[in-house]
């Protein structure tokens, strides 16, 4: 059973504030993805990755960055959050077979005031 | 890109009546089409899915249409019961399948 964890649930921060959200997934995945969920808006791809080291931009990619040293890790990055990025996070991974297949993380809620 | 409507953004139905939802895509070189449940609270997930060399998939109380065409496809929910209460999200692959292009989610509730 695939497996993707994200480190927080709940976070909230203040404007300015650099911000790290990680996501771990253990099913050797190659395709990781970070996603913002906001109402009415669906899930738009932030960034994604395919291999270790490697980053792809998505659709939203303005104002975040994204590190992968490891496979099973992927980690999003706003360097200076802003009250727009207030919204839900979700990680995602796949295998490289089936790289549309994605498996969702739990979500972290970020609230920046 | 790709992009994708989705409709009703809400839909309310009676325990027991078919639900219905509808998405479009523009990328005709999309080929794969999944459905994801999101309850409250919780992750999105996978619950079927179509590829282009498909018109139609079943599975028990769900299934999924495709018309390439027309650039659109549905799912359909036969007999739902309160569980099916959740979001529910169409997707559709772009960027030679590298990406995929989500719907902007109907609330599906279901009255007992």
Sequence with gaps: DVKVTQSSRYLVKRTGE???LECVQDMDHENMFWYRQDPGLGLRLIYFSYDVKMKEK?????????SREKKERFSLILESASTNQTSMYLCASSPAGAK????????TRLTVT | GE????????????EGDSAVIKCTYSD???NYFPWYKQELGKRPQLIIDIRSNVGEKKDQRIAVTLNKTAKHF???ITETQPEDSAVYFCAATYNAGNMLTFGGG???MVKP
């Design chain 2, 3 to 14: 992009n994708v409507e989705q409709h009703p953004s809400t839909l309310s139905v009676q």
């Design chain 1, 100 to 107: 549309y297949e994605q498996y969702f993380g739990p979500g």
């Design chain 2, 28 to 30: 005709s070189a999309s």
């Design chain 2, 106 to 108: 109907t609330r599906l």
């Design chain 1, 58 to 66: 998505g659709d939203i990619p303005e104002g975040y960055s994204v």
């Design chain 2, 74 to 76: 549905s799912l359909h």
């Design chain 1, 18 to 20: 650099k911000v790290f």
